[in-house]
C-alpha cells in the first residue's frame, strides 16, 4: 500500500468518510491482522474480500453495493464477528 491511494478512497469515497446512523457516527478503519485495537469502540466488522486485483463487493436487493460484515453480539469478540459473518455472508451457518 505505501506510496498508493487505498483503493477505498479512490474509488469507495464512502469507506473514507463518517457514516452517521442517526446519532451514531462511526468511520470505516482498514487494519492489518496485527494492528493494534481498542476493542472497547469496536461494535460492527466490514470484510474487504478480493481476489487478486479485484476486490468483492456485494449488489443488494435496491441495487447498492454493501461489504460483508455485520454487529457485534453481546460478550462477542470482534474476531468471532467476523468468522461467523463469513459464515452466514456465505451461506454456510
Given at each position: 500500500?505505501?506510496?498508493?491511494?487505498?483503493?477505498?478512497?479512490?474509488?469507495?469515497?464512502?469507506?473514507?468518510?463518517v457514516?452517521?446512523?442517526?446519532?451514531?457516527?462511526?468511520?470505516?478503519?482498514?487494519?492489518?491482522?496485527?494492528?493494534?485495537?481498542?476493542?472497547?469502540?469496536?461494535?460492527n466488522?466490514?470484510?474487504?474480500?478480493?481476489?487478486?486485483?479485484?476486490?468483492v463487493?456485494?449488489?443488494?436487493?435496491?441495487?447498492?453495493?454493501?461489504?460483508?460484515?455485520?454487529?457485534?453480539?453481546?460478550?462477542?469478540?470482534?474476531?468471532e464477528?467476523?468468522?461467523?459473518?463469513?459464515?452466514?455472508?456465505?451461506?454456510?451457518?
Open positions: 500500500m505505501r506510496g498508493r491511494e487505498p483503493f477505498w478512497e479512490k474509488g469507495y469515497p464512502a469507506l473514507s468518510t457514516v452517521k446512523w442517526g446519532v451514531v457516527q462511526a468511520r470505516f478503519r482498514l487494519l492489518r491482522e496485527d494492528a493494534s485495537i481498542d476493542e472497547q469502540i469496536v461494535s466488522v466490514s470484510i474487504i474480500p478480493y481476489s487478486g486485483e479485484d476486490y463487493v456485494f449488489q443488494i436487493a435496491d441495487g447498492d453495493g454493501e461489504l460483508p460484515g455485520g454487529t457485534l453480539e453481546a460478550g462477542e469478540h470482534y474476531r464477528t467476523l468468522r461467523r459473518e463469513m459464515m452466514e455472508e456465505l451461506a454456510a451457518s
